[in-house]
């Protein structure tokens, strides 16, 4: 029996990748004939980040950054940096590669952060949005699926760690 067996699936393989190819069609039309800096947001964002920037035809660098949010924090948003990208964006063309935006709070932390590097755009890409459990407005420019409001797993994300090699994503404990 795999350890993994007992998590349905919620959005499958083919429908991530599908979805995945489109999302890099639009960035690739939209930045024709330019370059871009694609910054991932880690942990969660390692796999999106992978399979996208393999279906770009444009030329890109790639960036990581490590937040971390303190516990009990979540209603003031307080965030702060483990690791920022290594490049000056100044004058570049910025998408930030998000997994998942619940509340907001950390993507709206991050997005005030990289404009304060002076890029020529930045835009926000995420796979997945809970547009219910918004706290604060995000403007996702790029977005994979708006989905409800689970505890979602697999394909990046994680619960305590776990399931992130998953090639689909699930929802914890259904
Ligand atoms: P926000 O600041 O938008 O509330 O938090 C976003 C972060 O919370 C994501 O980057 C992710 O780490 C975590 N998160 C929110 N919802 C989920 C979920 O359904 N599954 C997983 N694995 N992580 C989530």
């Known amino acids: 029996m795999s350890k993994n067996q007992s998590i349905g699936v919620f959005l499958s393989e083919e ?37 996208l920037v393999r279906a770009l035809k444009i030329p890109a660098t790639i960036e990581f950054v490590s937040l971390s949010s303190y516990e009990g924090t979540e209603s003031s948003g307080e965030v702060s940096f483990r690791m920022d990208v290594k490049q000056s964006l100044v004058g570049k063309n910025v998408i930030i590669v998000e ?5 907001g709070l950390t993507i709206t932390f991050l997005m005030k952060h990289m404009k304060l590097k002076n ?6 890409c995420s796979l997945l949005l809970k547009r219910a459990r918004l706290k604060i407005e995000v403007p996702v420019d790029y977005l994979g699926f708006d989905i409800e409001d689970k505890f979602v797993i697999g394909y990046g994300l994680d619960f305590d760690g776990k399931y992130r090699e998953l090639p689909y994503i699930g929802v914890y404990g259904e």
């Open 99 to 103: 997994d998942i935006v619940d509340t």
């Open 119 to 124: 890029p020529k755009s930045l835009k926000l």
């Open 15 to 51: 429908k991530i990748k599908s979805r995945v190819n489109e999302l890099a069609n639009q960035i690739n039309k939209d930045f024709q004939n330019q370059e871009v800096v694609i910054v991932g947001v880690l942990n969660g964002s390692f796999i999106f980040c992978a399979d």
